[in-house]
């Protein structure tokens, strides 16, 4: 008894009968990420693509994920962030100059001319 594809399948050759049975007709989907499908090696990689309709999920091209990201700025979120990094710049500042002022008194030197900013 042969079937379309030419495979006895009356020997003990089921096996290979349902791999070109799987890689013919049957090719069920498998949904893997792109990171988890690159786990496996070369060689399982091609085997799964042989036996299964592979579909991967979770990726973007390289345009895609700058779209991505630049829908996240707006006006409202970059005058959010500048107003912090401002705020930082100021304490980091007044710190700088408090410990300035720290080690003149400990050293006994006269006040500095120069001023961070």
Known sequence: MQNLCGVDLA???YELATDYFCYLYVRTP???TWKA???FDKVKQQL???RYNIILTGHETK???TK???KKFNAKNVSKVANQ???SVNEISKA???MDKGLDQALGRTKRKTKYV
Do not use: A, S, T
Request: glycine content about 8%; proline content about 0%; overall charge positive.
């Open 48 to 50: 799964l693509c042989e």
């Open 85 to 87: 990094i401002g705020q």
């Open 37 to 39: 499908f690159n786990k």
């Open 30 to 32: 498998k949904k893997f």
């Open 11 to 13: 020997m003990n050759n």
């Open 96 to 98: 700088l100059n408090d």
């Open 68 to 70: 991505r990201i630049l």
């Open 63 to 65: 345009g895609e994920k």
